[in-house]
């Protein structure tokens, strides 16, 4: 069975029931299908980030506080300076240096 994506904005729209009493009703018709509206999912899209991958990790807050300052220092942002970071890794290692850096304006 194909997992269902909950998309409240079509759901508020079509004034759908909540799923529970879709459950409870014993109706026969079958559920409305939520994973083919695409339109929620442009909304969202962002053309610099398609083909990319999210890569995260969990730090104290001074990390983050420290990647911001840095940042501006040397007016660029946090993406440039962890691209750097990761290169500067991945070159310690032996390995190719792909992780794209951001043209500066």
């Known amino acids: 069975m194909a997992k269902r994506i ?3 904005r079509q759901a ?3 004034g759908a029931r909540p799923a529970a009493a879709t459950r409870n009703a ?8 939520l994973a083919a509206t695409t339109e929620s999912r442009r909304l969202h ?10 890569v995260t ?16 220092e040397h007016d660029t942002t946090i993406q440039n300076l962890l691209a750097e970071a990761l290169n500067d890794l991945f070159a310690k290692n ?6 794209p850096l951001e043209a500066k304006d």
């Not at 899209?45 to 999210?54: A, L, Q, T, V």
């Not at 032996?94 to 992780?99: K, L, Q, Y």
Request: hydrophobic share 35%.
């Open 6 to 8: 909950a998309d409240l």
């Open 12 to 14: 508020m729209l079509s």
């Open 26 to 33: 014993g109706a026969a018709e079958p559920p409305v299908e």
């Open 45 to 54: 899209f962002r053309p610099g980030r398609e083909g990319k991958s999210n």
């Open 57 to 72: 990790g969990y730090f104290p807050p001074e990390v983050k506080k420290q990647l911001r300052l840095l940042a501006a």
């Open 94 to 99: 032996g390995r190719p240096e792909v992780a």
